[in-house]
């Protein structure tokens, strides 16, 4: 663990653990920011200029991009240079005592100042290095990895949007989100395997990977059985009711997936004939006959508003959701007793954030720091790099 007289408020899972974070923007600082909260001490290495989302502005929180914010919390910040020599030998000073490095320049952009897995692995050999690219280290090597592309590149946005109208991105970021995910998991078992056998390794985990594997029910649709899904706006191409539909006054997600689902559906609308008539007794026949059942459905929830029809069919174990404006999601976790923000830091430098998906009955995570200011800890850092190197 990085000593630098910041004092540790939670120790959580992974207390011990030193990151070397060498990566920005978005998958692999969302990675460790990740890890950050379960109790690692992350080193977030910048360049002079700082991580590029310290600049994506609006919108702010007290001067500083929300975006920067949202993925970087519980970090240490040290600006070196590695076009400097001697910020190099404090990188790689820095990379040989970690236990992790994460990365995500271009496949081989590391090995020019010797801190690629085989520079690093020399000596360090248990080191767990994570490197995140748009496209693998082989043919797609070369080709920049920014989440847009992916989205259009995977098939993604052939199934986002309007049946009639142009195919569109989703609303976030979702793959350098899933990639990030995909870097922590990757991450913690190799430090599994790592604690068993001592030996470290090389974890790699691309975007257009990380998309195939996402897409789930449309990739198998056309990896098991060569059917190219296209996009049906919020339909789902083998369920029904499974999308939004209009009430009194906003949409309504209606998701009655399976036989029982539908029967309590149709008793709470009060049309419990429509469960028994033989056009939709079964999911396969709703499915083929949406265009008829649909209208049925749309009549009677046309009497009552969203967040009524909401507390009545969910009472009844019918799955489903208003459809919310970020600050409605918010207020439904709120709701449901999530305690979805909490404050890291303290005084003027307290920041609030999301609280980590993840709880942990005997080892919980921890809001140790916040985001932290273009090295603010350099100095200290510098001087721990420092004492000790040749040791």
Known sequence: MVDTGVPETSAGPLAGVLVADFSRILAGPYATMLLADMGASVVKVEGPGGDDTRTWTPPVHDGVSTYYLGVNRGKRSIALDLRDAADVEVARELAR??????????????????????????ANPGVVYASISGFGS??????????????????????TGDPDGPPFRAGISV??????????????????????????QHVEVNLLSSALTGLVNHSS????????????????????????????DNDLIVTA????????????????????????????????????????LTERLRTRGALEWFDLLVAAGV??????????????AERFEL??????????????????PIRFSATPVGYRLPPPLLDEHGGELRAWLEKGRDA
Do not use: W
Not at 284 to 290: F, L
């Open 97 to 122: 005592r970690a236990d992790v490095v994460v990365e995500n320049l271009k496949p081989g952009g590391m090995a020019k100042y010797g801190l690629d897995f085989e520079s690093v692995r020399e």
């Open 138 to 159: 082989g043919a797609g090597r070369d080709v920049p990895g920014y989440d847009l592309m992916v989205q259009a590149i995977s098939g993604l946005m052939s199934l």
């Open 175 to 200: 793959f350098d989100v899933m990639a990030g995910n995909h870097a922590a998991i990757g991450v913690l078992a190799a430090l599994r395997h790592r604690d068993a056998t001592g030996e470290g």
């Open 221 to 248: 649709s056309y990896v098991a059985a060569g059917v190219v899904p296209f996009r049906m706006g919020n339909a789902h191409p083998s369920v029904f009711p499974y999308e939004a539909l209009p009430t009194a």
């Open 257 to 296: 997936a399976n036989d029982a689902q539908f029967r309590k559906l149709c008793g709470v609308l009060g049309i419990p004939e429509v469960a028994d008539d033989p056009r939709f007794v079964r999911n396969a026949d709703r499915t083929r006959r949406r265009d008829e059942l649909r209208p049925l």
């Open 319 to 332: 799955p489903c959701g208003p459809i919310n404006t970020i600050d409605g999601g918010f207020a439904m």
């Open 339 to 356: 305690d979805p923000v909490v404050v890291v830091g303290e005084g003027d430098r307290a920041v609030p954030t999301t609280r980590h």
